[in-house]
Every structure is written in C-alpha cells, then in structure tokens.
C-alpha cells in the first residue's frame, strides 16, 4: 500500500517547537518533490514548504519563512519540517503531500497524482 504517514505533532506552547516528520512506506520519495500544508479550522488549506527531489531547491509561504526548515533524508525516505518560534495563527492540521515540481523547483501545490498523509495536529498555547 502506498501512503505517506506524519508524526510529531502535538501541544507546545508559543515560541516552541516541533519537528514534523513524513515518511513514505511503498514507495521511494527520491523521485518526488514533497509539500506540507495546513488547514486550520474554518479556513481553507494552505501550502506551508515544499523541497524538490533533489533537496536541491526549498520554498516556503511568507507566513513562515525563517521560523520553519524543510530537509529531506532520502536514505530514510523520510521530509522534515523543523518549526520554530511557533505561534497560536499556526494551530492546524499538518499535512504532507507529493508535490508539483517545475524544472527542479518545488511548488506549493499538490502534484497531478498526489499522495496524501493523513495528517497531524499541531496546537500551539498562548
């Protein structure tokens, strides 16, 4: 069965961290640039970071730029993404996804046949 599985999520508080894991099981993620989105509550889902194939290329929404890394270990078959500094606007559901990719640059939307995690939540406490 081919599927993407998230861990790491959970309850922090502001200015905490988390690191998100995305693991495939089925499939190898070395031919396939990777997204996490979120959905918070009442609000539409939103594209967090994404990294091409390669690792090569990363790219993130402006809401999180400089708090949130993405890295990939395709030896493990394994994305990451390392938040820092969290705030309350981002409690939501964390998803990843494969990604679409354009000239080895990752863009935050899903890709054509996309695979999808079930999700993970992530609260942060003001």
């Known amino acids: 069965q081919l599927q993407l599985v998230e861990s790491g999520g959970g309850l922090v508080q502001v200015g905490g961290s988390l690191r998100l894991s995305c693991a495939a099981s089925g499939f190898t993620l070395d031919y396939y640039a990777i997204a996490w989105f979120r959905q918070a509550p009442g609000k539409e889902r939103e594209g967090v970071s994404c990294?091409?194939?390669?690792?090569?290329?990363?790219n993130y929404a402006d809401s999180v730029k400089g708090r949130f890394t993405i890295s990939r270990d395709n030896a493990k078959n394994t994305v990451y993404l390392q938040m820092n500094s969290l705030k309350p606007e981002d409690t939501a559901v964390y998803y990843c996804?494969?990604?679409?990719?354009?000239?080895?640059?990752?863009?935050?939307?899903?890709?054509?046949?996309?695979?999808w995690g079930q999700g993970t939540q992530v609260t942060v406490s003001s």
């Open positions: 990294i091409s194939s390669s690792g090569g290329n990363t």
């Open positions: 996804a494969t990604a679409s990719q354009v000239f080895r640059r990752c863009l935050l939307s899903p890709s054509r046949d996309v695979y």
